[in-house]
């Protein structure tokens, strides 16, 4: 059992039983806590949660878009099979829609909202924090207005970025990084400079950020070089702990060991840390089903192993005769999959093709040819839906 996952369901017991329920911008509020800081020693293990799966090769194509590719096109994610942005993209019409996070509300198709203009705020005060909003003013000289595009969710606010950024997530991540060379001029200081003190990559740039969907999370990207190894600062504003944070994680562990193979230094730390670690509250119940899956591993992690071996053929002989659907089907495999752990405890790797040496070189299509993780085993999928 990995390390990360003691530590990462550590924070989420924190964050249960110490955390300050507050409203945001989702309509769901969360429980939070303020600062809170990890460590990680590549030499040591790679972080990949096993107290739930990863998906890992989204995660990969995911960092690649941004710091690689340098793309906000939703596009270039469908294309290698990923779809986690899909609720930040601009539509055809050139205007993004926000929709009602309650499923119980009652849909009505032919409500309007009036679109607001991202750009009719000063761009020293992108969020409008003191100054309001305007209309978007239509061809006519009434104000824009849309309605829902996704059939059984009420809209509930609207913004106009343009239908030159249709399909975008606006200019964001890839976008930044791709407007000043962040990550091609890291590895050049890598390499020329290594000592520099200003390898630092901020995504939080005001210039853009009135057409950005959503402010970055993970903002920031800080470099070092010491004793000949390559570690790396994280600063995430925001993180949405359940859904989140494993998934950046393990992404920015692929970054830092896919820099250090093609600046010739040896993977070192990773340091993450932390503003506003929160649980949604509507992912409460998930959460605990992964802490329990956790604690179900300390009691039986010690036991004979022919008693595993009597238990793991009693739950197979029980769950063959399950369908799927039955409430204690997910709860049997799990136990399973916590079983195969303990007999077989192999540990996560990261593969990377070593005659990659250019950043540029590592393949970022669906097969994912030149980075795998390998030897993972984890306990099982847990659904957790994002915030909008």
């Known amino acids: 059992m990995s390390k990360w996952d003691v530590e990462y369901l550590k924070l989420c017991k924190k964050i249960l039983t110490e955390g300050v329920e507050v409203e945001n911008r989702t309509g769901i509020n969360t429980i939070k806590i303020p600062n809170y800081e990890f460590n990680f020693d590549m030499q040591d293990e790679f972080p990949i949660l096993q107290s739930k799966y990863v998906a890992w090769k989204s995660a990969i194509i995911e960092i690649l878009w941004i710091w690689q590719m340098g793309s906000n096109k939703i596009q270039d994610l469908h294309d290698r099979g990923v779809k986690i942005w899909d609720e930040w993209c601009i539509d055809d019409d050139g205007i993004y ?10 849909y009505n198709p032919n409500k309007e909202v009036i679109v607001k203009d991202p750009l009719s705020v000063p761009i020293d005060d992108p969020f409008g924090d003191r100054h309001k909003f305007k209309a978007k003013i239509d061809e006519s000289g009434n104000f824009l207005t849309a309605k829902s595009l996704i059939p059984g969710k009420n809209i509930i606010a609207a913004k106009f970025y343009g239908k030159e950024l249709a399909g975008t997530i606006g200019k964001a991540y890839g976008y930044v990084n791709n ?174 093709d070593s005659n990659i040496q250019e950043f540029k070189d590592f393949d970022n299509s669906k097969e994912l040819k030149t980075s795998k993780i390998l030897n993972y085993k984890h306990m099982g999928k847990i659904k957790m839906p994002v915030a909008q």
């Open 97 to 106: 829609r926000i929709y009602d996070p309650n499923p119980k509300s009652i």
């Open 179 to 352: 407007r000043y060379g962040m990550m091609e001029n890291t590895i050049t200081k890598l390499r020329n400079n290594p000592n520099d003190r200003r390898k630092v990559n901020n995504l939080f740039q005001l210039e853009v950020m009135r057409e950005a969907v959503l402010p970055p999370c993970v903002f920031e990207n800080i470099w070092d070089v010491t004793n000949n190894k390559l570690n790396a600062t994280i600063n995430q504003r925001s993180c949405d702990t359940a859904v989140g944070l494993p998934f950046n994680v393990t992404q920015y562990a692929v970054l830092l060991n896919m820099i250090a193979q093609i600046t010739g230094f040896t993977p070192g730390n990773l340091r993450y840390v932390i503003t506003d670690a929160h649980i949604y509250k509507n992912l409460i119940n998930q959460v605990e089903t992964q802490i329990k899956r956790y604690e179900t591993y300390e009691e039986l992690k010690n036991d004979r192993i022919e008693n595993l071996l009597k238990l793991q053929k009693e739950l197979q002989l029980k769950i063959a005769k399950m369908p799927e659907e039955d409430p204690d089907y997910d709860i049997l495999d799990s136990t399973l999959k916590i079983i195969d752990i303990i007999l077989d405890n192999t540990v996560p790797q990261l593969y990377l």
